[in-house]
C-alpha cells in the first residue's frame, strides 16, 4: 500500500536547538516530493519539491534532502516564529491527484 | 498574484443539510484540488478539475461532488451532511498539466456539522 510516514509526530526545541524531521514514503514511481508548512487556521505554505534522489535545497534555516526512501527537512538554529505543522507529501502517477500527504510533525520552538 | 481564495472562511450546517463550498485559484492556474484535513486522518484527496473536467477523484462517497467553471474557479458540494463530514476543506490550484506542478492552498473553508 503506498503511504507516506512523518516522525516524530510532534518535537519541542529550544530556541538555536538544530534537529531533523523525517518523512518515510513507499509508493512505486514516485514522481516529486513536497514539503509544506502550515500554521493554525490557515493552509499549507509551500516550502519544497525535490524530484530525485541526492537532491538538496534550501531556504533560510531550512534544508530538505531526498534519499529513494526518505526525506529530511534539517531546521539549523530555529526560531521560535518556526513553530509549526510541517507536512511531506508523494507525488506519484500522472496526475495531480495521486498526492499522498504524511500527518504532519508539530514542531515547537521555545525562546 | 493574488493567491487561492476560499469562501466562506467558516460554516456551520446541521446533519442532513447541504453546503457548497467556493474556490477561486491563481490566476492562470487551470488545475483546481480539493482536500479534506481532520485531525485523526490528516489532508486527503477528494478531487481534481483541469479545464472544467474531473481529472482524478478521491476515496469518498458520491455526496461529495465538484465541479469547475470555464474561468477555472470551482465549487465544491456536500449533500445529506454527516457529523463526521465535520473538517477543514482546502483547495489548492496549479498551472496544471504536468506531475511536477506545485499546488498552492487556500486558508481554507472550516465546516462544523452539528
Known amino acids: 500500500e503506498d503511504q507516506v510516514t512523518q516522525s516524530p509526530e510532534a518535537l519541542r526545541l529550544q530556541e538555536g536547538e538544530s534537529s531533523s524531521l523525517n518523512c518515510s514514503y513507499t509508493?512505486?514511481?514516485?514522481?516529486?516530493l513536497f514539503w509544506y508548512r502550515q500554521d493554525p487556521g490557515k493552509g499549507p505554505e509551500f516550502l519544497f519539491t525535490?524530484?530525485?534522489a541526492g537532491e538538496e535545497k534550501e531556504k533560510e534555516r531550512l534544508k530538505a534532502t531526498l534519499t529513494k526512501k526518505e526525506s529530511f527537512l534539517h531546521i539549523t538554529a530555529p526560531k521560535p516564529e518556526d513553530s509549526a505543522t510541517y507536512l511531506c507529501a508523494v507525488h506519484y502517477g500522472g496526475s495531480q491527484g495521486n498526492l499522498i500527504f504524511g500527518k504532519g510533525t508539530k514542531l515547537s520552538v521555545k525562546p | 498574484k493574488a493567491g487561492v481564495t476560499q469562501t466562506p472562511r467558516y460554516l456551520i450546517k446541521t446533519r442532513g443539510q447541504q453546503v457548497t463550498l467556493s474556490c477561486s485559484p491563481i490566476?492562470?492556474?487551470?488545475?483546481v484540488s480539493w482536500y479534506q484535513q481532520t485531525p485523526g486522518q490528516g489532508l486527503q484527496f477528494l478531487f481534481e478539475?483541469?479545464?472544467?473536467?474531473?481529472?482524478n477523484k478521491g476515496n469518498f462517497p458520491g455526496r461529495f461532488s465538484g465541479r469547475q467553471f470555464s474561468n477555472s474557479r470551482s465549487e465544491m458540494n456536500v449533500s445529506t451532511l454527516e457529523l463526521g463530514d465535520s473538517a477543514l476543506y482546502l483547495c489548492?490550484?496549479?498551472?496544471?498539466?504536468?506531475?511536477?506542478?506545485?499546488?498552492?492552498f487556500g486558508a481554507g473553508t472550516r465546516l462544523s456539522v452539528l
Open positions: 509508493v512505486s514511481g514516485l514522481r516529486g
Open positions: 478539475y483541469f479545464s472544467e473536467t474531473q481529472r
Open positions: 490566476s492562470g492556474h487551470r488545475s
Open positions: 489548492a490550484s496549479s498551472e496544471g498539466g504536468k506531475a511536477k506542478n506545485i499546488q498552492y
Open positions: 525535490l524530484y530525485s
